[in-house]
């Protein structure tokens, strides 16, 4: 089976930088992907990293250690609009039907 | 328009009770999936189908049903509802011609209380 770890919760400042870490036990890794989550929506996508390395986007960046099963969401500029939860997933080309399972999510929280 | 729609976006029942969640979605993704959320345990998969012919059971699927009356319609039963199955339910879709990245787009979620 497919287990991810990622922290309950974080507390930033505006304009902070938040890393949000997540460290995943699967049989058959393709990829970790990250979605976003705002308190009554749903969530919608970030990121995916199937390589070792960083990937940035605008003020967020994904990474990705396929050999220490570790990645991270890094959050740069903090502004209000970024307090949701964070999600990571992975796509295991071992579970049935190349499915994503899904981590327990890491709410942030970002203060004036 | 939205994109994935889900029906009803609430709904209170009693235990015992029949009910159907409704997705339908306009992006002409042959995949669909349910999941339902509990807090601190985020999304976990229930049914998913990979094309009209194509049902698979995920990792919760116990208490409920699912049936895909077309490409664009995936629907999800309680057989008889229970007050644990009090959750948020997410329909999602993607498209298998996107490789290993397959984005999943999820609907509104429908916010089911089993009394």
């Known amino acids: 089976g497919q287990s991810l770890e990622q922290p309950s919760e974080v507390t930033a400042v505006e304009g902070a930088i938040v890393q949000i870490n997540c460290t995943y036990q699967?049989?058959?890794?393709?990829?970790l992907s990250w979605y976003q989550q705002h308190d009554g929506g749903a969530p919608t996508f970030l990121s995916y990293n199937a390589l070792d390395g960083l990937e940035e986007t605008g003020r967020f960046s994904s990474f990705l250690s396929r050999s220490d099963s570790y990645g991270y969401l890094l959050l740069q500029e903090l502004q209000m609009k970024d307090s949701a939860s964070y999600f990571c997933?992975?796509?295991?080309?071992?579970?049935?039907?190349?499915?994503?399972?899904f981590g327990g999510g890491t709410r942030v929280l970002v203060k004036p | 328009d939205a994109d994935v729609t889900q029906t009803p976006r609430n709904r209170i029942t009693k235990t015992g009770k029949r009910i159907m969640l409704e997705c339908s979605q306009t992006?002409?993704?042959?995949?669909m999936y349910w999941y339902r959320q509990d807090p601190g345990l985020g999304l976990r998969l229930i049914y998913y189908?990979?094309?009209?012919?194509?049902?698979n059971k995920g990792e919760i699927s116990d208490g409920y049903s699912v049936s895909r009356q077309a490409q664009a319609k995936f629907s999800l039963s309680l057989e008889s509802a229970i007050p644990n199955q009090t959750a948020l339910y997410f329909c999602?879709?993607?498209?298998?011609?996107?490789?290993?990245?397959?984005?999943?787009?999820f609907g509104p979620g429908t916010r089911l209380l089993v009394l």
């Open positions: 189908s990979f094309d009209v012919k194509d049902i």
């Open positions: 999602a879709t993607s498209d298998v011609s996107q490789g290993p990245q397959e984005t999943q787009y």
């Open positions: 699967t049989s058959g890794f393709y990829g």
């Open positions: 997933a992975v796509r295991d080309w071992e579970a049935a039907g190349n499915k994503l399972t």
């Open positions: 992006k002409g993704h042959d995949r």
